[in-house]
């Protein structure tokens, strides 16, 4: 199971970090992705983090402002976001693998093996 959290409103330019937490399975064994979906619109990868946490991958509007982070010991994953923008409003969701690479997850996510159910996140200009 994996439950995020963090999720509120927040002006533009301000920062929020959530939180995926996983229960039920040896956190360390999956890759883990942040993903997000704004109404209207089709669901976009965010970033990924091996399983070791050494290695993030992120989306090309993300770079620079988001960053994914995990803790293995506490069964959690982080996506600290800053410099936020009305348009990153949507429901974020983590999700984990247990074979896929960091990297394939950014573009092939739909079939990965645990989601959350989201936490939104919404940005006012």
């Known amino acids: 199971q994996l439950v995020e959290s963090g999720g509120g409103s927040v002006q533009a330019g301000g920062s929020l970090r959530l939180s995926c937490v996983a229960t039920?399975?040896?956190?360390?064994?999956?890759?883990m992705g942040w993903f997000r979906q704004a109404p209207g619109k089709e669901r976009e990868s965010v970033g990924a983090?091996?399983?070791?946490?050494?290695?993030?991958y992120y989306a090309d509007s993300m770079k620079g402002r988001f960053t994914i982070s995990r803790d293995n010991a506490k069964n959690t994953v982080y996506l600290q976001m800053n410099s936020l923008k009305p348009e990153d409003t949507a429901v974020y969701y983590c999700a984990a693998d247990r074979l896929a690479s960091a990297a394939s997850i950014l573009k092939n996510y739909d079939g990965m093996d645990y989601w959350g159910k989201g936490t939104q996140v919404t940005v006012s200009s």
């Open positions: 039920g399975r040896t956190f360390s064994n999956y890759t």
């Open positions: 983090i091996s399983r070791s946490g050494s290695t993030t």
